[in-house]
């Protein structure tokens, strides 16, 4: 009961803009230690982006990523410091996925919102400069290449990390992945989903897909064994899906102006006024699944640390943006 009236508070919030606080609901230890992170996230943004702008020189595509700082290492970071991964020895792996979770947004981006795919790159060398319809075809292209290189770059330079033959793999998991986030970034323009539909879409098969891949690039079986790795990929699964449900709730507004999919939207179709609570029960079911995964795995993690995952971006943001 404690635990769903947290949640109920936590996504009124939300839905009131008062981001401000939400920090009080989370352990001031759990907090810190994020915010101890974020430098070395910015680090590792900053020099998986610098691989991409050397695929880009080496291709000669006049079409330059200009993407504003992020956080898409925290998540990582926090993942392999629970699995006693040091700095130097996850840099490397956490600098591919991030490029490979920027493809994901991008990739959302340019099938919902093209103006807001156009803005993450410069054109013709003008930033005003108003793209065609073919610049941005040919944007999409040349960013899903540059990325390509840029990851087989930091793959091939992470002496010792990676063997020729993990390498191959994690390629072949990008390209497969990649596709299929696309497949279902199509099914999410349908706006007859059901919750459910929205559930398994857009939290689960995209999010939760997406997440996962940490315990692929970190290559957590070599830590856990089969077992323990297939173990922590399902619960990163859920922190994925429950990092969407709270996406979705902040989204709220831009995503039904833009008639895009939006579970907290959908459940308001199905269940009205009782749509916050249902999305709570929804959202206490995935972590649930998550914390069991967790403890499956008998390892010494701090739980604290994976059910503020999903919360973070509500008051943690790279320097660049305060």
Not at 171 to 177: D, G, I, M, W
């Given at each position: ?139 999409i ?56 539909d ?35 990929k ?33 459940m ?19 972590e ?13 993690i ?21």
């Amino acid at each position: 009961m404690q635990q769903e009236k947290k949640y109920v508070s936590l996504f009124n919030l939300v839905i009131a803009n008062q981001d401000e606080q939400i920090p009080r609901y989370f352990p001031e230890d759990v907090i810190s230690k994020f915010a101890s992170l974020v430098s070395e996230a910015e680090d590792i943004w900053s020099s998986s982006l610098s691989f991409v702008y050397r695929a880009e020189e080496i291709t000669g595509f006049p079409f330059h990523l200009n993407e504003k700082p992020r956080l898409y290492a925290l998540d990582g970071i926090v993942v392999a410091d629970a699995l006693g991964i040091p700095p130097a020895m996850r840099a490397s792996p956490i600098q591919a996925f991030c490029l490979y979770y920027l493809s994901v947004h991008l990739i959302d981006d340019f099938i919902e919102d093209i103006s807001k795919f156009t803005s993450a790159f410069t054109y013709s060398g003008a930033d005003k400069h108003i793209p065609t319809s073919i610049e941005v075809n040919a944007s999409i292209v040349g960013f899903i290449l540059h990325v390509n290189m840029a990851i087989t770059s930091i793959l091939q330079g992470a002496s010792g990390i990676f063997s020729p033959d993990t390498i191959i793999k994690l390629q072949e998991l990008v390209a497969r992945s990649l596709a299929s986030q696309t497949k279902y970034f199509l099914l999410e323009k349908d706006l007859s989903l059901t919750p459910k539909d929205v559930l398994e879409i857009k939290q689960r098969r995209v999010s939760g897909e997406a997440t996962s891949l940490i315990a692929d690039f970190l290559q957590v079986e070599k830590i856990l064994g089969h077992s323990g790795s297939v173990h922590i990929k399902e619960a990163l699964r859920s922190l994925g899906s429950l990092t969407q449900f709270t996406d979705d709730v902040r989204d709220y507004e831009e995503d039904k102006t833009n008639g895009n999919s939006n579970l907290l939207l959908s459940m308001e179709k199905s269940y009205n006024r009782c749509a916050v609570q249902k999305l709570v029960e929804w959202y206490i079911e995935e972590e649930n699944k998550m914390i069991k995964m967790l403890q499956s795995c008998e390892l010494s993690i701090n739980e604290e640390q994976f059910l503020t995952i999903p919360w973070y971006p509500f008051f943690l943001k790279p320097a660049d943006e305060w």
